[in-house]
């Protein structure tokens, strides 16, 4: 992580996951001032406490709701950035997807984001930056991703729409684009049989991604200091997304 000091306050959503955290625990430690919001009211302030955060509950993803516990949590204070760290992992083929899984997967990844976007005009009054947790499966094809991949590339879209329409405003927006990384949310995934060798394999580097890797992205984009960059996709994903090394 960089240990450049970073100033205002700085807002995450989904702060308690694995990115999350660590972009909590990073800008911190660079001075930032930190707004919290989560679903776990435990892990929450288990987290909160020690960063002296201010926190804020996530109660469900539709956009009114994630709108006004952000607009509440940040207390009429204007932050320099958002970092939306919500989401969900969803591997199952357009064919076997139920309507219900369908609706979720659209409401944890793009409708909560859309709540976020809702809400800049009023916690966002003097510029900054939001940074969107996409996926290399928006660009790349994978197979059985069809439902998270619909979701995340929307996301795209909304993270430039959004820095378009704010431009002169000085907000900034985009989006980060991880390939497989190491969460509580891809635990199971990767303990099953040979899965963990085999995502490895398929990634350029050879390894899986940390939490502190996409964190770091996440913290660059965000920073005052990258102000002449907007509508930006950064993949964080080893190359996966663009490279095809020989074997």
Known sequence: MSDAPIAGTFAILGATGAVGSSLARDLAARGARLVLLARDEGRLAELAGPLGARTGL???????????????????????????????????????????????????????????????????????????????????????????????????????????????????????????????MTADLLARAGMREAAAKLNPAGRIGAPDDVARAMAFLLDPANSWLSGQVLGVDGGQGVLRPLA
Request: hydrophobic share 50%; charged share 15%; net charge neutral.
């Open 58 to 184: 996530l109660a469900d993803c539709r956009p009114s709701a994630v709108k006004d516990a952000l607009v509440a949590a940040c207390g009429g204070e204007s932050v320099a950035g958002i970092a939306h760290c919500v989401g969900s992992l969803f591997l199952k083929p357009a064919h076997r997807t139920t309507d219900a899984e369908w609706q979720e997967v659209l409401d944890v990844n793009l409708s909560s984001a859309f709540g976020v976007a809702m809400a800049v005009p009023e916690v966002m009054k003097q510029g900054g930056a939001v940074v969107f947790a996409s996926s290399v499966a928006a660009s790349v094809g994978l197979a059985n991703h069809e439902a998270i991949a619909a979701a995340k590339a929307g996301l795209e879209g909304l993270a430039r729409s959004l820095a378009a329409t704010h431009n002169r405003r000085g907000v900034r927006a985009h989006c980060v684009a991880p390939a497989l990384v190491e969460s509580r």
